[in-house]
């Protein structure tokens, strides 16, 4: 048995772990990267990008069918060839991959190891069967896997996660997606864009993130007309037949329905990879669902030479958290024991949908009733959108009563991806209404529709 000595090892290459790897040693510390899988990131392979590839192929098919209003025909069908769409996505995934195993292949040998990695004690690791890893401190950055409820596991390979969509060669004919989460809308969208018959099974009413019900009710009908979507169905059974599924489930409205699919593609949300850590095996305090409990700002677990990052903590599974959070835990596992909080940015999440779903700041549902105004703007008649036939959102900004300030944003509508952004940064700069409405906006753009909600707020403040 071959036994390691370093300052901060870290367990786990993907986006958490690699940015802890490198904040350790530009704070002066030896680390070690221990990667039992394929090095990639869950981001870059399974992830945001390859979601990102299939989305662009769903809107270049969306567009090309929906140009005759402009007066825009495409005399013939349009064909939507599954080869092909896999092809691109596969490729330019690959090279995004390849990026980042070649960022991994530059780094020492001294400071890689394969092997799952599990914990004899709070400094010392078991990596494989092969060596033993002695750490002033430990960086967990395990990322994290889809759930599957056991009456999908049943159904064998028919019965697929997000990781299994970027490993076909074609597109499936039919496809259910369990869960009306950011996965089950971003990939039951873009599928159901590219002719796979989809229907999308939520069990809560949820709707992505969204938690203002009149924004929510709103998602709801934009995506009911895309694609069957039923997000309070009680799904009964899901049985195999030969290489079909049949999906008995009562919809929301209380109807009994059976359909028959090709797939059963499980979006029921992602749970922390700590399983195979032996996190028992040391002193960590653990909660309810076996995580450590940690310092959300210092990502220390206790007081011990221990740190968690990345979607491993089970909070913000979220590429630009990941990178930020490992940024902290290696820089704060290279100081132990003197850590530092560090500066969380304005909270801001994104569904690739289309209309787009996004949210900035506070919830709707952690807001203190009574405490702040509702500025709102429905898309449907706002200029630009409507000169491009993107008409369709509803957006909620949320105003401090007292300080005026913007506390939050909850909305479906076009563009919102970079909405978000300016709404995030007004939020980190702790601009006031008044402040944000004194800002520049540009005629015409879809920005001007944030500006509708912003007045309508001041309005109710009044
Ligand atoms: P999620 O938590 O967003 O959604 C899962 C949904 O499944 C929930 O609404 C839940 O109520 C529902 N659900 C749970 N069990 C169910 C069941 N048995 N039947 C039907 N529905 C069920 O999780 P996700 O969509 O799997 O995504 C995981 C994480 O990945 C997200 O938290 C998100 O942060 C991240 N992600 C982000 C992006 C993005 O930034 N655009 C895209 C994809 C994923």
């Excluded at 899988?37 to 399974?46: D, F, I, L, P, Q």
């Excluded at 952004?421 to 906006?441: G, I, Y």
């Amino acid at each position: 048995m071959n036994t390691i000595h370093t300052d901060v090892a870290i367990i786990g290459a993907g986006s958490a772990g690699l940015s802890a790897y490198r904040a350790a040693k530009a704070a002066g510390a030896s680390a070690l990267l221990i990667e039992g899988g394929a090095h990639g990131t869950t981001c870059a392979r399974v992830g945001c990008m390859p979601s990102k590839l299939l989305i662009a192929a769903a809107d270049a098919a969306y567009h090309a069918t929906h140009a005759d209003a402009f007066g825009v025909h495409i005399d013939g069908a349009v064909r939507i060839d599954g080869r092909e769409v896999m092809a691109r996505v596969k490729r330019e995934r690959d090279r995004f991959v390849s990026l980042v195993v070649a960022g991994v292949d530059a780094m020492p040998e001294a400071d890689k190891l394969t092997g799952y990695a599990r914990f004899i004690d709070d400094n010392l690791l078991q990596v494989g069967e092969h060596t033993k890893v002695q750490a002033k401190s430990v960086v967990i950055a395990t990322g994290s896997s889809p759930v599957m409820p056991a009456m999908y596991r049943a159904l064998g390979d028919r019965a697929i996660i997000n990781d299994d969509v970027f490993a076909w060669n074609d597109l499936p004919k039919r496809i259910a997606v369990i869960g009306a989460g950011v996965i089950g809308l971003e990939l039951g969208q873009a599928l159901a864009r590219l002719a796979v018959r989809v229907s999308v099974l939520g069990a809560r009413g949820r709707v992505g993130p969204l938690s203002d019900p009149d924004v929510r009710g709103y998602a709801e009908r934009v995506f009911g007309e895309a694609f069957r979507f039923e997000p309070q169905a009680r799904v009964e059974a899901a049985v195999r037949e030969g290489d079909e599924v049949r999906v008995r489930y009562v919809s929301g409205d209380g109807a009994l329905v059976e359909e028959t699919f090709d797939y059963v593609l499980v979006a029921a949300g992602r749970k922390p990879n700590v399983g195979g850590l032996a996190l028992l095996d040391t002193s960590l305090v653990l909660d309810d669902d076996g995580l450590p409990v940690y310092d959300p700002l210092t990502l220390q677990a206790g007081a011990h030479p221990v740190f968690i990052a990345g979607d491993a903590n089970g909070v913000l599974p979220l590429l630009h958290e990941a990178a930020d959070e490992g940024r902290a835990a290696g820089t704060n596992a290279a100081r132990y024991p003197h850590v530092a909080p560090f500066d969380r940015r304005a909270p801001i999440a994104i569904a690739f949908t289309d209309p787009g779903i996004a949210m900035v700041g506070a919830r709707f549902v952690d807001l203190t009733t009574d405490s702040f105004v509702t500025g709102e703007v429905s898309f449907e008649d706002q200029g630009r959108s409507r000169v491009m036939l993107r008409n369709r959102g509803l957006m909620h900004v949320y105003v401090d009563r007292v300080s005026r300030r913007f506390v939050g944003a909850e909305w479906i509508g076009p563009d919102a991806e970079h909405i978000a952004h300016l709404l995030a940064w007004a939020l980190q700069m702790k601009l006031t209404v008044d402040e944000m409405l004194r800002m520049p906006f540009y005629h015409p753009v879809v920005e001007e529709g944030l500006r509708t909600a912003l007045r309508d707020a001041v309005g109710k403040l009044v």
